[in-house]
């Protein structure tokens, strides 16, 4: 068979539309791990590396869900993993890609498995899939009806008193750049002013204004608002202005052309600018080859946000060069990459370092930190920026900082620097010119306000001052709304607590407590007994209902997060998964509890740690917002609100920020979401695929060290027996308070039981739960030899009335072949000491158990 031409661009296609992506990921050595029903996704995994396989139009895709960069299809699949690593050229992507449909047989380095026959495209093309013109049609339809609904059919400005009222004059709207780009949309009794949105089809949407009114049509938002050349249509522009809206454009061309009367073009977005919006802007650059782009967003967290991304993405016009019989722009090298994002309290931004070597990079790292520390040193409240490494391989260094929203000015300089950094990296011929991107900042919030006080006669030092004033304000009115919702949020978890008091109180909790003392005897001896139908880590349907209440199961979104879940399915024979140790292993015997390498942090200060949340097939969404629903199901945990981008596959990619404090009363809870999240997603678990927490190791060690000495554990156990509510009782809980309390471990090795029986671990935890003392969850793992290994945290106080019972039972458990029980000498000197002057409650306790 011919080969066919190099440039060939027909050939790609059949690539994408031949090749079935799941197979040829096989013969590279990927397994398949799971797959649906319906086969039109797989989950692949080859060594660490896990890859989703999803259907696009007429071909597969890919998402590698350790690394977002890595995506798109079976072209791009071969070309970051051929080479031994080192990547393929687009030619010798073609060369292998023909080997594998015409059968030949392939090199031993790239496949671990020979095939002689061709891809089973039958399967493939038998996938489901959408007619996609049909939809694309349908969609222009919808587009088309609405924009028709607002302007009519008859488009031009009749009612100029909205502009009128923000300042704008009739000597600024009969401009030349103007005309034709403002209009009144008239709907039923109402008159807004109407912005048309343009992209290269055409009209895109339009945005609607008017007093105390805002509305953008609920389309894609693919298109900007653009004037015409101020010296009119067909002229060359020298200068592009862009700004947030048009009215900031209005107020800008008033405020300055008659200063700098150069032929401009207005620009818009109409607030946050999307992906495919500075898609837009650039092409425009392209075509009208200004000689100076003016960012003119507002002055605050989110304009200096928006002029951070346009520094990276803008360039001057590029080029167009011949490409496989086409054409296509040449982009300018990237050694450097940065992307800002923000939720509610923080702006964080993503800097990507591209090298040779990994010396390389750690060198660039750390050229950013000392410029980061030098703006720390400056700053009166102390340290306000953070700086992360998130990834590093011999390419490529990502690190993230952090700062609060007030403070993102601090970014921006950073990025400034950034930007002149990646200037002198670039070939010379690459390099853009020096006045070529500038930031043009309003003296208020921003121009149509600036325009306000101007129009008030107001200097500039005045109109300075006043910004400041209402800045002032509206952060005080912030910390007002903030303060308030702490206060409900307050409240509300004060009529949860009381609600579980009330349930835990209960005469049918009460009776099912008294059930379970009743088969106590029977079941402490440490057989594993038949029992009459599974056990359940529940002792009551009223305990199973408030557990799982606590976890919500989204089985929609693709969410496992039930506590029950996490102990019902141990880790596979042999092994425990990483990060799912019980929180209280540190105990003398195996390390001390205070390590001098861990930074304590202060109680109260307030932590971050970023999920970042995938979704596993194009076109969805939903999938971060259920993992924050699960986060912030308790109470005890506060998230920022969902960022989120589309790639060019449809995968959405969002991320949001999870706060806590490590003097919370939960904070062992919280830390165990976060250990059991990373080592299920590590795992592979399916569930967990695209789920990754990024947060710094200081953060990681303090809240381990704080879960440790938590007074409430994971899913500790009601007491088995009730106190009595009397005057005595209400005394004993008085006197608790001068008492210590005590943490011990026990941990138990048995033969695995069959199932549906009982174990010995089970056993040693009931018998301990009679005694009095308070026992965490048990977590069991099983060996290649078929033994179960499991640990509980049993927890007691020395002033408690139970003592004696306590500790007669703990040393009866840790004479127990097969038990252990972990505690420091001088805990266990103290509490066998304190547990002689009281009578033991219980006797022959220690016979029972041991048979």
């Known amino acids: 068979m011919n080969a066919p031409r190099d440039n060939d661009p027909t050939e790609l296609d059949r690539f994408k539309r031949d090749i079935d992506l799941v197979d040829y990921a096989q013969r590279q050595g990927y397994a398949i791990k799971k797959e649906s029903r319906r086969g039109d996704w797989h989950h692949l995994v080859k060594d660490d590396e896990h890859v989703i396989v999803t259907r696009k139009g007429d071909h597969q895709v890919y998402l590698n869900t350790g690394d977002d960069r890595d995506a798109g299809s079976v072209i791009d699949f071969a070309k970051t993993r051929g080479g031994d690593g080192h990547g393929l050229n687009l030619g010798q992507v073609r060369q292998q890609l023909r080997e594998y449909l015409d059968g030949a047989p392939a090199p031993a380095r790239?496949?671990?498995?020979?095939?002689?026959?061709r891809p089973d495209t039958a399967r493939l093309n038998s996938l489901p899939v959408g007619d996609p013109e049909q939809a694309k049609q349908a969609e222009e339809e919808r587009r088309t009806r609405l924009i028709a609904e607002v302007l009519g059919v008859k488009k031009e400005l009749t009612d100029r008193s909205y502009l009128h009222g923000r300042g704008i004059t009739d000597e600024t709207l009969d401009s030349p750049a103007f005309q034709g780009r403002i209009f009144t949309a008239q709907q039923n009794e109402h008159r807004n002013t109407a912005f048309p949105l343009y992209n290269e089809h055409g009209l895109a949407s339009v945005e609607q204004k008017n007093e105390h009114y805002k509305s953008l049509l609920p389309l894609p938002k693919n298109g900007i608002w653009v004037s015409h050349p101020t010296e009119g249509k067909d002229t060359p522009v020298e200068r592009v202005v862009v700004s947030e809206s048009a009215i900031d454009s209005l107020s800008h061309y008033q405020l300055k052309h008659g200063q700098d009367p150069r032929n401009t073009l207005y620009l818009a977005t109409s607030g946050t600018p999307t992906e495919a919006q500075v898609a837009l802007?650039?092409?425009v650059i392209d075509k009208q080859a200004p000689q100076e782009v003016v960012l003119a967003n507002d002055r605050d967290a989110g304009g200096r946000q928006f002029n951070i991304n346009y520094l990276n993405e803008l360039q001057p016009a590029r080029p167009l060069v011949p490409v496989a019989e086409q054409e296509a722009y040449r982009e300018a090298s990237r050694p450097v990459e940065w992307h800002a994002t923000s939720d509610k309290y923080?702006?964080?931004?993503?800097?990507?370092?591209?090298?040779?070597s990994a010396e390389q990079g750690a060198s660039q790292v750390q050229q950013l930190s000392e410029r980061v520390a030098k703006i720390n040193s400056t700053q009166e409240a102390g340290p306000s920026l953070a700086v992360e490494v998130q990834r590093s391989t011999e390419q490529a260094t990502i690190v993230r900082l952090t700062v609060a929203r007030a403070d993102t000015a601090q970014l921006e300089v950073v990025a400034q620097e950034l930007y002149r950094q990646r200037e002198q990296l670039r070939p010379a011929a690459e390099r853009q010119q020096a006045a070529f991107l500038r930031v043009d900042?309003?003296?208020a919030k921003d121009f149509n306000k600036e325009l306000e006080y101007t129009s008030q006669g107001l200097s500039a030092e005045q109109i300075r001052l006043a910004a400041q004033r209402e800045e002032q304000q509206r952060e005080t009115e912030r910390q007002q709304r903030l303060a308030e919702a702490q206060r409900q949020e307050r409240e509300q978890r004060a009529l949860e607590r009381e609600a579980q008091r009330e349930r835990e109180n209960h005469p049918l909790a009460q009776a099912a407590r008294e059930r379970d003392d009743q088969r106590f005897n029977q079941n402490v001896g440490g057989t594993a007994v038949e029992a009459e139908q599974p056990t359940r880590s529940y002792r009551s349907e009223q305990e199973a209902r408030e557990q799982t209440a606590q976890f919500t199961h989204l089985k929609d979104a693709g969410v496992v997060l039930l506590r029950d879940w996490m102990h019902d399915n141990p880790p596979s024979a042999g092994r425990t998964a990483r990060g799912e140790e019980p929180l209280d292993r540190r105990s003398e015997r195996s390390a001390p509890m205070e390590r001098e390498d861990v930074r304590a942090a202060a109680p109260g200060e307030e932590k971050m740690a970023t999920w970042r949340v995938d979704e596993l097939t194009p076109h969805t969404t939903g999938r971060a917002e259920a993992w924050k629903a699960v986060l912030e199901s308790d109470g005890y945990l506060r998230t920022s609100e969902v960022r989120s981008?589309?790639?060019e596959q449809g995968i959405r990619r969002a991320d949001f920020d999870m706060h806590y404090r490590n003097d919370q009363r939960e904070i062992a809870l919280i830390h165990a979401i976060v250990s059991n999240t990373k080592a299920r997603a590590e795992a592979g678990h399916q569930q967990y695929a695209g789920i990754g927490i990024t947060e710094s190791e200081d953060d990681q060690a303090a809240r381990r060290?704080?879960?440790?000495?938590a007074e409430l554990q994971p899913a500790n156990r009601l007491r088995r027996v009730q106190e009595p509510q009397d005057v005595a009782g209400a005394d004993r809980a008085e006197d608790r308070a001068a008492g210590v309390e005590k943490k011990v471990l026990i941990e138990v090795t048995e033969v695995?039981?069959?199932p549906g029986a009982r174990g010995q671990a089970e056993a040693?935890?009931?018998?301990?739960?009679?005694?009095?003392?308070t026992v965490g969850e048990v977590h069991s793992s099983t060996d290649e030899q078929g033994n179960r290994r499991s640990d509980m945290l049993v927890s007691y106080w020395t002033d408690q009335p139970e003592l004696g019972r306590i500790s007669q039972m703990l040393d009866a458990i840790s004479r127990q072949p097969g038990s252990e029980v972990s505690e420091s000498s001088h805990d266990r000197g103290e509490r066998q000491e304190l547990a002689r002057g009281q009578e033991a409650e219980r006797p022959g306790v220690a016979s029972d158990l041991t048979r």
Do not use: N
């Not at 790239?110 to 026959?117: E, F, P």
């Open 110 to 117: 790239q496949y671990a498995t020979q095939y002689s026959t």
């Open 346 to 356: 923080h702006t964080s931004l993503k800097v990507t370092f591209h090298h040779d």
């Open 645 to 647: 981008s589309v790639d």
């Open 705 to 709: 060290q704080a879960a440790i000495q």
């Open 764 to 773: 040693v935890q009931d018998a301990v739960v009679a005694s009095g003392a």
């Open 441 to 443: 900042y309003p003296l």
């Open 752 to 754: 695995t039981p069959v």
């Open 281 to 283: 802007i650039q092409r």
